[in-house]
């Protein structure tokens, strides 16, 4: 069924409802597990445009990314990762086409009117722009 299956994580509490399907999903289709967080912050949306440095905020992410995968590769998960920078849609989009994923999972948050527009941009351009299925896991309140 399911080869690859992109996880897009938040970095957040989120991941946490995340994971524990995705890990289930990939057990019953033998899927391979790509790992994707984007850092969004100001250093990461200009570092190749400005030749900047990286920021805490990116190097946190990647020790959580590598945290993660290792978690993972140890519960005998085939699992690698990927550190986006920038706009969190695009790169999912981005990610999911080089890698050949064949499903892209990530979390909603179930905010309500003006919080959708805000929040919710992210799977809002996802869902319109994916060329596979996209699977949505509530995030816990």
Known sequence: MFKKILVALDHSKAD????PKVKELARLTHAEILLLHVSTGWAAQWQTSLNLSDSAEMAEDREYLSRV??????EGFAVSARHG??????????????????????????????????YGATITHVRHEAEVPIFLVRAGR
């Open 16 to 19: 946490e409802a995340l994971l």
């Open 85 to 118: 920078k920038g706009k969190p849609a695009e790169e999912i989009l981005k990610a999911a086409r080089e890698e050949q994923c064949d499903l892209i999972a990530m979390t909603t948050h179930g905010h309500r009117l003006l919080s959708d527009l805000i």
């Open 69 to 74: 995968e290792s978690e993972l590769r140890r």
